[in-house]
């Protein structure tokens, strides 16, 4: 539980080095956390611990998504948020195949 509230910590902390907040600084700490919690774990925790933290950086990141579609594209707004929705939950998954392949490298 604790690496996991680690993990998204991690995803806070970086959402927190991007637009509207701005705080760039953060970036260069930012997956500290991840690491951390990626140290001594198995290859299949380390993959949910990357997505974890991916998904809660990209849910902070790209929430503008559902107000374009809806607004712009004229698609429904239960349809814009599950469109979100799984775009957060795939963007993930690139940060779940560095948890991944960091612990595979790392022993």
């Known amino acids: ?3 996991l509230f680690l993990s998204v910590i991690s995803g806070a902390i970086l959402v927190l080095a991007f637009p509207p907040f701005d705080m760039g600084f953060l970036a260069w700490v930012g997956f500290v956390p991840l690491l951390y919690a990626l140290d001594g774990t198995t290859p299949k925790r380390a993959f949910f611990l990357g997505w974890a933290c ?5 849910l902070g990141t790209v929430y503008w998504v559902v107000h374009s579609m809806y607004f712009y594209g004229g698609m429904p707004m239960a349809v814009g948020v599950l469109v979100t929705a799984l775009l957060v939950v795939s963007l993930g998954l690139y940060v ?4 991944f392949v960091s612990n595979f490298f790392s022993g």
């Open 54 to 58: 991916g998904t809660a950086f990209f």
């Open 1 to 3: 539980m604790r690496k």
């Open 96 to 99: 779940a195949l560095f948890g």
